[in-house]
């Protein structure tokens, strides 16, 4: 069975363009979690969703971020227009429907110049 | 409100040692406790995890956790320390109030030395 899996691993981009990273959850969890962890720091929720419905987004820290799952299969997160504070480690997670047992993806590093 | 505190950003043991990660955490409900490991260059490993039930754990490669409530502790350990253990390990929690989200610690680097 595959993992979570992540597009892409890395991205250099410049401040002010335009990022949009993509979580694959495991086939059939229905629960996808975007996590970030900026260097040096904690691991953060950004947001959760249940199939196609934000479930909570009170992790997301401002209205550049914007999350879709589309048909409540994979979903995106861009990132519009991007700051270099949002530089870091983007995790997507996913887990079945009633379990709290949450299965991570690779990452993707962004980095901001 | 959960928080998750990990103490020693970096610890180092010997090959062969007893391997010790300190995690403790606050939650004002039953909480649900996980330890994570990421290798370097990989995604997120879940370790173990603590649901209610028995409060000793074990997860993979050797490790084991125990939940202690009267010390809100949920610390790693492993009794002899392998090389292939160097990683990033980090405690998280959440509970059972409809909210997913997983609190993390700010992580254990385990340094493993020969």
């Known amino acids: 069975e595959a993992g979570v899996t992540q597009f892409p691993s890395h991205s250099v981009i410049e401040k002010g363009q335009t990022v949009t990273l993509r979580c694959d959850p495991i086939?059939?969890?229905?629960?996808l979690y975007w996590y970030r962890r900026v260097m040096g720091k904690e691991i953060k929720f950004l947001l959760h969703f249940v199939k196609e419905s934000k479930q909570d987004e009170s992790g997301m820290p401002n209205n550049r971020f914007l999350a879709e799952r589309t048909g409540g299969t994979y979903s995106t997160l861009k990132v519009q227009p991007a700051e270099l504070e949002d530089s870091g480690v983007y995790f997507c997670?996913?887990?079945?429907?009633?379990?709290?047992?949450?299965?991570f993806g690779p990452g993707t590093r962004l980095t901001v110049t | 409100a959960q928080s998750v505190t990990q103490l020693g950003s970096h610890v180092s043991v010997s090959e062969g040692a007893l391997v010790l990660l300190r995690c403790n955490y606050s939650s004002s409900v039953p909480p649900y406790l996980f330890w994570y490991v990421q290798y370097p260059n990989q995604g997120l490993q879940l370790l173990l995890k603590y649901t209610s039930a028995a409060t000793l754990v074990k997860g993979i490669n050797g490790f084991e956790a125990e939940f202690k409530k009267s010390e809100t502790s949920f610390h790693l350990t492993k009794p002899s320390a392998h090389m292939s253990d160097a990683a990033e390990y980090f405690c998280?929690?959440?509970?059972?109030?409809?909210?997913?989200?997983?609190?993390f610690g700010s992580g254990t680097r385990l340094q493993v030395q020969p």
């Open positions: 997670a996913s887990s079945q429907e009633l379990s709290y047992e949450q299965y």
């Open positions: 998280a929690v959440t509970a059972d109030t409809g909210r997913r989200a997983l609190t």
């Open positions: 086939s059939g969890h229905d629960n």
